[in-house]
C-alpha cells in the first residue's frame, strides 16, 4: 500500500471541501468529500484503509471547519469501516458500486453527524434534518462515483503486494 499517496488524496479532499466547499455548495448543502474518499477507499482496500482514510479526514475537517470536535471523525470512520466490511464480497468494477456505497455512507454519515450534534445540545427539527439529508445524499452520492472511478484506475498503484515485505537474505 502506497500510504503517501493515499495520505496525499485525503488531504486533497481535504483542501477541496475545506476551501472550494463553499463555492461548491447547491441547495445550501457543501459536498463531503473527505466522506466520499472514505467510502471509495473502504470499498476498494478493505476496512482498515477505510477506517484510518475516514477518521484522519473526519478529524482535519473538525479540527477547521467543524462544529462538534470528533463528529465527522467519528461518522467517517463508521462509514470507512462499513464500506471496507463488504470489500471482499464484491466486485470492484461494478458499475452500481459507488453509486449504493454513496447512498448508503452518504445516509450512515449524515445520520451520525445529527445525532452527535443533538446529543451534544443542538436543537435539530425533524424537518431540517429531512431537508438536508436528501440534497446531500444525492451530491455525496454523485461525488462518490466520480471519485470512485478516479481511485480505480489508480488501484493497480495503490493496492498491497499480496506477498508482503520481500526479505533479501545475505549468506
Known sequence: MRYWALTA???AAYLIQSVLGPFLAIAGVVPNVVLVVAISCGLLFGWQVGLGVGFGGGLLIDLTIGQLIGSH???????GFV???VEERVFKDN????LVGGVVGSLL????IMICLTMFGRRISLAEFGSTLLPSMVYDTVLCILVYWRIFRMYGF???????FIVIRRR
Open 158 to 164: 495503490l493496492k498491497p503486494d499480496p506477498r508482503g
Open 109 to 112: 454519515g449524515q445520520t451520525v
Open 83 to 85: 464500506a471496507g466490511l
Open 73 to 79: 471523525a467519528l461518522a467517517g470512520s463508521l462509514v
Open 95 to 98: 458499475l452500481l458500486l459507488p
Open 9 to 11: 488524496i485525503v488531504l
